[in-house]
C-alpha cells in the first residue's frame, strides 16, 4: 500500500433485522468494483426513523451479521455503535471513527431513498464536510448525480429490490426464503425460531 494511502472503508449501517443477500450483493459489488477495500456492516442498536420498528436484541442481530460476513475477507461486523448515545446518529458515529482511525476514509453507504430524506437528518451538512458519501439506486427514487455536492456520488450497483421486512413477514407466514438469506443467517433464524411471532 502506497506511503499516506488511507483505507477506503465503507459504513453501511442498519438495523439488519436480518441482514438479507441484498445487503450483502451490494457491498459486495461495492468492493470488487472499486468504491471501497472494504465495509463495516454498522448494526444500529436504533434507527431514529424506525423508532416503531420491533428489533430482535443488538447481539443477535449483530450474531447473524458476523455469521453471513466471517468468509469474506474484505467484509466486518461492527457493534460500534453500541457504545454511542442512543439513539444512533450517523454523524456522532463518523466522527468518532474518524477519531479512533485515522488511517482510514470513512464512505457512508447509503440508498437514494435515504438521501431524498437526508437533510432530516442530524447535521447533514457536517457530514458532507467531514466523510465520503456513496449513494446507491432505489427503485422510485431517481436521482440527478450532478445536483450531488463533491464529496457525496452515485454509484451504479446492481438494483435488489429485497427488503428485511419482506423476509420478517415472510418467515412469519410460514414461507421459506431461504435464499434470499445467507446460509448461516438461515441456520440461525430457524434453531432460533427467529420472527414466527
Known amino acids: 500500500m502506497e506511503k499516506g494511502y488511507k483505507i477506503k472503508t465503507g459504513i453501511f449501517g442498519g438495523t439488519f433485522n436480518p441482514i438479507h443477500i441484498g445487503h450483502l450483493a451490494l457491498a459486495n459489488y461495492l468492493c470488487e468494483f472499486g468504491e ?9 442498536p436504533q434507527n431514529p426513523f424506525k423508532r416503531n ?3 430482535l436484541d443488538d447481539w443477535m442481530r449483530l450474531e447473524m451479521v458476523e455469521a453471513a460476513v466471517k468468509d469474506y475477507p474484505h467484509f466486518s ?3 460500534f455503535e453500541f ?9 456522532t458515529t463518523l466522527n468518532r471513527l474518524a477519531e479512533v482511525y485515522p488511517e482510514r476514509e470513512f464512505h457512508l453507504i447509503i440508498g437514494a431513498d ?3 430524506s437526508f437533510d432530516r437528518w442530524k447535521s447533514p451538512e457536517e457530514i458532507i464536510r467531514k466523510h465520503h458519501v456513496l449513494i446507491y439506486p432505489r427503485k422510485g427514487y431517481p436521482l440527478d448525480p450532478e445536483s ?6 452515485m454509484v451504479e450497483t446492481p438494483l435488489l429490490e429485497i427488503s428485511s421486512t419482506f423476509i420478517r413477514n415472510a418467515i412469519h407466514q410460514g414461507k421459506d426464503v431461504r435464499y434470499f438469506l445467507h446460509p448461516e443467517v438461515c441456520r440461525i433464524i430457524k434453531k432460533r425460531n427467529l420472527y414466527t411471532k
Not at 471501497?36 to 444500529?44: A, L, P
Not at 450531488?148 to 456520488?153: G, K
Open 53 to 55: 420498528e420491533t428489533l
Open 148 to 153: 450531488l455536492p463533491p464529496q457525496a456520488r
Open 83 to 91: 457504545q454511542l448515545p442512543k439513539p444512533s446518529y450517523t454523524v
Open 36 to 44: 471501497v477495500d472494504e465495509v463495516w456492516f454498522m448494526v444500529t
Open 114 to 116: 435515504n438521501w431524498a
Open 77 to 79: 461486523a461492527s457493534d
